[in-house]
């Protein structure tokens, strides 16, 4: 993601995502504000990768299981064209 690209405004539990070259505006929660931050302070190349940068910061439970939400998130974001394929 380029930090450019993507305007971001939280809002009562939500964040509301404006892609600046598609005109769209997405409303997202938990957790993919955090792996979007996770994207662009570490730039990881995998869902492993974000995995061990964000259980630094938050309790997320059986790895395996949140390694495979965190590349679910992560290919849902690339289909919306938020995030390049990583």
Avoid: F, K, N
């Avoid at 539990?13 to 302070?41: C, F, K, N, W």
């Amino acid at each position: 993601m380029e930090r450019d690209a993507i305007a971001a405004c939280a809002l009562d539990g939500m964040t509301l995502l404006y892609h600046r070259a598609s005109g769209q505006t997405h409303m997202v929660i938990s957790p993919v504000p955090e792996i979007l931050d996770a994207l662009d302070e570490t730039r990881p190349a995998s869902p492993a990768d974000i995995h061990r940068h964000m259980s630094q910061r938050y309790e997320l439970g059986d790895a395996a299981e949140a390694v495979a939400l965190i590349g679910a998130h992560l290919a849902e974001l690339a289909g919306l064209g938020l995030v390049r394929g990583l």
